[in-house]
């Protein structure tokens, strides 16, 4: 005993550093931790073993697939949302760049299908013809709208818009995990600290007792290991307040910012996520579009041969059925290019219409506490490990360091 207080005393700078260390050690293996789960966003070495990519990027198609699921299952219902949604508001809302598409579309329609043609109808004619489509295009509109909106599971599917997004943008998904998730990314680099310096206490008294050059190195890989597992528990578990050694109340961290996480991710899901150009583009682009083209062409070649009038005898004689009926397709097609340009006018009213973003803070409260968890836990549970892993390795990599240090 003698021979370990002379020790101390005279290497006590050494055995007060151990705790502190220790504390650096936890501190930083979480830090590393952190950084590994978003960054690099590609894969940073000789693929596929020799290298990295940041965990979340790595399995960007996977994880938004599980977060889209319980968005699209729990808290988004695609019919509900679009019934909000006026036909006849939205036809008035696009009406002047929609009146100037169709008179755009019918003049290059017909110059391309029988100009000579169109150029010897009186203007009077030519005004005539654009005037009755003009002003049955509203019309068209709306019952379009209508016809979307009562079949909008038939042409729009909310998953593989935001998968597709989510997985194309890796930044994206990247702060849709961060940004909600920052508080508990310091609660998991503090309590590195906190975890770190108990357990080197532990550790002193270990290398006080014993100077064995391996406690170090295995209270490094222990502290590495055991505060990056017990940190990332704390953040989901206990899903309820519950009381330990009678003493203290714990729920985890990300449990307790149920409405603060709620809004956030509400934010971020209407303004980069579920926005009215990103449904406009899975509508017209997405694995359903055909079905919205049909809708289309239909209800073009009803308007063109409702609304043709006098002059459609003369058409249909000069270019022929066939090419008439090419000529309503071409309309139809034409129409489609428009889409996006001409409903952006409308985008104001549909963000309003829609409220996309309050819809998720309501319905997020209301989610049961597993459900609520899920929103970020996949960002963890499979490869956590391999964050756990890589924190144990640079605690025990710290701890011989440490050790060699403190014998030479």
Excluded: C
């Excluded at 729990?74 to 008035?92: C, G, M, S, W, Y």
């Excluded at 100009?115 to 068209?140: D, G, I």
């Excluded at 709620?262 to 971020?268: C, E, L, Q």
């Amino acid at each position: 005993m003698d021979a370990i207080v002379a020790d101390v005393h005279a290497n006590w700078p050494i055995y007060v550093s151990i705790p502190f260390i220790a504390a650096l050690i936890g501190y930083v293996t979480k830090r590393v931790a952190i950084e590994m789960m978003f960054r690099p966003l590609e894969f940073v070495g000789i693929e596929p073993y020799l290298g990295w990519q940041g965990v979340l990027p790595a399995n960007a198609h996977r994880m938004a697939a599980i977060a889209t699921e319980t968005l699209t299952s729990n808290i988004v219902d695609t019919r509900e949302i679009f019934a909000r949604l006026d036909p006849e508001q939205i036809a008035k809302e696009i009406e002047g760049p929609l009146l100037d598409a169709v008179d755009e579309v019918t003049r290059e329609v017909m110059e391309l299908y029988q100009p000579q043609l169109w150029e010897m109808l009186p203007t009077r004619a030519q005004r005539m013809l654009l005037a009755r489509v003009q002003a049955q295009a509203p019309k068209a509109i709306a019952k379009l709208m209508k016809q979307v909106s009562d079949n909008i599971e038939d042409v729009f599917d909310l998953k593989h818009m935001v998968v597709t997004n989510l997985v194309r943008d890796k930044a994206l998904l990247n702060r849709l995990i961060r940004d909600i998730s920052r508080p508990e990314m310091s609660f998991i680099a503090r309590s590195g600290i906190y975890f770190g310096f108990a357990l080197g206490l532990v550790q002193l008294a270990v290398w006080t007792l014993t100077h064995e050059p391996l406690v170090m190195p295995i209270f490094g890989f222990m502290i590495g290991w055991l505060t990056d597992w017990l940190a990332l528990k704390m953040i989901f578990l206990p899903r309820e307040p519950r009381k330990f050694f009678g003493v203290f109340t714990w729920q985890g961290v990300f449990q307790k910012r149920r409405d603060e996480v709620a809004a956030d991710y509400g934010d971020m899901i209407a303004a980069e996520v579920i926005t009215v150009p990103n449904i406009v583009e899975a509508v017209l682009t997405g694995p359903k579009s055909d079905r919205l083209f049909e809708l289309i062409q239909r209800e073009v070649r009803r308007t063109v041969d409702a609304q043709a009038g006098i002059i459609k005898p003369f058409v249909v004689a000069a270019v022929g059925t066939t090419k008439f009926q090419e000529m309503k397709a071409t309309v139809a097609q034409k129409a489609m290019e428009r889409v996006p340009a001409t409903v952006h006018h409308a985008e104001d009213y549909a963000v309003g219409a829609l409220d996309v973003r309050n819809t998720i803070v309501e319905r997020m409260r209301k989610l049961n506490r597993f459900e609520f968890e899920q929103l970020l836990r996949p960002a963890f549970r499979q490869d956590e490990w391999k964050l756990i892993a890589v924190g144990a390795l640079i605690g025990g990599l710290v701890g011989e360091l440490q050790v060699l240090l403190m014998l030479h």
